[in-house]
């Protein structure tokens, strides 16, 4: 049907038009237009002023949207996770499905930000709605969440070893079967795994032995976190004496390459 057979008195015509202006302010850099949306798209989702197919459809559509602003500053992640989970409350997406599979629906950016803002609205949600079939279920939480346990990015593999400690404490053994074969040799190869495993035996009831030393990786974090704070130190040294930081030095350009500055080479004067 083309547009302009359309009834624009029909609630089809109102929903494309919602779907369509919500999923343009969704992407809205300036944050007062940005959290004047989430707050009008909340309004019209608990007040029911649509029916609870239009209301499904308008979430399935225009939510996807934020997701891909997970990764953006702590003020905007807050306001996303906060609709989320109030929109887990309203009457229409209460017994519904629509928020989980929204949720873990796949990720395909290849910012860590993202991924971990993500990984931690997932969290949170877990946390409120549980594991049955009326919410998440263990495939698609696990399916989610599993690639993350390996990735580079340190906040990212915290996080998701957070939610696989969850869906173990909640739902048991069905969770092993999504990793690796729990083996003595793949504790001691690959700390990830024995940090989980270990943490499965407590769960379980299991004595653990921990050695009291830190390990390689835990003592290169905690290597990382004081050049991190000695960093910080020196901004505020420089900011408060006037001195020009270095652009390789400013916050956010860490992963710049320092150049040193080439001594030039003295001519030999000829005789």
């Not at 779907?19 to 019209?44: E, P």
């Not at 803002?117 to 709605?129: D, I, Q, Y």
């Not at 910080?232 to 030095?249: D, F, H, K, Q, T």
Request: aromatic share 6%; proline share 5%.
């Amino acid at each position: 049907m083309a547009l302009q057979e359309l009834d624009t008195t029909s609630p089809m015509y109102s929903v494309r038009a919602l779907i369509q202006i919500f999923k343009q302010a969704f992407t809205d850099a300036v944050y007062n237009t940005f959290s004047l949306t989430l707050d009008n798209f909340k309004y019209l989702i608990q007040t029911e002023k649509l029916s609870r197919s239009h209301t499904l459809e308008l979430c399935s559509l225009t939510l996807p949207v934020l997701l891909k602003r997970a990764g953006d500053n702590p003020r905007n992640r807050s306001a996303i996770e906060s609709l989320f989970l109030e929109l887990c409350d309203t009457t229409h997406l209460a017994n519904s499905t629509c928020i989980p599979n929204i949720s873990v629906s796949p990720c395909k950016e290849k910012n860590p930000k993202v991924l971990t803002g993500r990984l931690v609205l997932l969290e949170h949600l877990l946390e409120k709605l549980g594991v049955d079939n009326n919410t998440y279920t263990i495939d698609q939480v696990m399916k989610f969440t599993t690639p993350a346990l390996t990735h580079t990015a340190r906040d990212v593999r915290d996080t998701a070893i957070r939610i696989t400690l969850f869906m173990y404490r909640n739902c048991g053994d069905p969770v092993r079967k999504y990793l690796p074969q729990d083996e003595t040799i793949l504790r001691k190869k690959q700390l990830i795994w024995k940090k989980i495993f270990e943490s499965f035996d407590e769960i379980d009831g299991k004595p653990v032995y921990k050695s009291s030393e830190p390990s390689a990786e835990e003592r290169k974090a905690q290597q990382v976190a004081a050049l991190k704070a000695e960093l910080a130190s020196l901004r505020e040294m420089a900011a408060e004496s006037n001195i020009e930081i270095p652009e390789e030095l400013k916050p956010g350009n860490e992963h710049m390459k320092i150049n040193p500055k080439k001594k030039k080479k003295k001519k030999k004067k000829k005789k």
